[in-house]
């Protein structure tokens, strides 16, 4: 079975428009961090945001959010005011266990585009 | 943010050379780096976990005498594709985690490999 899992190939919305990417997971880990990346066309990998499995309250980076439904265990990511440099291929990622030098795990990643 | 480095960044090789990839965290000491392979437009694979100072632990299907990985300092770790094929050529892509940085594990920006 799929670690974490992005249903959404691609995903399109037009400029400042608010978009939902969705992303899923299995652990059976008590303790374990959801993560988010961005992949431009040029390769890097952007960090955008982490929940952690014990934080209360929806992880929040300046136009980005974490919708953390720990009971259906989703992390969908929430990008606002969506802009033309948004297009990329977006990761969600989890680290599983307590240690946090441990490797993530990826989906197959969503791409986004972003009109005019 | 924590700064993760790779040289190079681009490399054309003919089939049977070797070629060797560093990775270097810039401004933090990593004990711990990690090595993941991409392919167009999928996701990103766990290869191997670097540990400095031991030998690395390399996921299943990744042959460890085809990709070797040598964790040389707390700042550096290479990895090297012995007599490259064509089958080789993928993004590979290191990462670490910053000790003093929480969870977040910064990506280098990646080495595109062709093998001819």
């Known amino acids: 079975a799929q670690k974490i899992t992005q249903t959404q190939p691609g995903m399109f919305v037009q400029e400042k428009e608010a978009v939902t990417l969705d992303c899923t997971y299995d652990t059976s880990d008590q303790s374990y961090g959801l993560f988010w990346y961005k992949q431009p066309s040029s390769g890097e990998m952007i960090f955008l945001i982490y929940q952690g499995s014990y934080d209360e309250q929806n992880a929040t980076e300046g136009r980005y959010s974490l919708n953390f439904q720990k009971a259906r265990k989703s992390a969908n990511l929430v990008i606002s005011a969506s802009q033309l440099g948004d297009s990329a291929m977006y990761f969600c990622?989890?680290?599983?266990?307590?240690?946090?030098?441990?490797?993530?795990?990826f989906g197959k990643g969503t791409t986004l585009s972003v009109s005019s | 943010g924590a700064v993760v480095s790779q040289h190079p960044s681009r490399v054309i090789c003919k089939s049977g050379t070797s070629v060797k990839i560093e990775c270097r965290s810039l401004d933090f000491q990593a004990t711990t780096m990690f090595w993941y392979r991409q392919f167009p437009k999928k996701s990103l694979m766990l290869m191997a976990t670097s540990n400095e100072g031991s030998k690395a632990t390399y996921e299943q299907g990744v042959e460890k005498d085809k990709f070797l990985i040598n964790h040389a300092s707390l700042t550096l770790s290479t990895l090297t594709v012995t007599s490259a094929h064509p089958e080789d050529s993928s993004f590979y892509i290191c990462?670490?985690?910053?000790?003093?940085?929480?969870?977040?594990?910064?990506f280098g920006p990646g080495t595109r490999l062709t093998v001819l």
């Open positions: 990462s670490a985690r910053d000790p003093g940085g929480g969870d977040t594990q910064y």
């Open positions: 990622a989890m680290r599983e266990g307590h240690q946090a030098g441990t490797a993530l795990i």
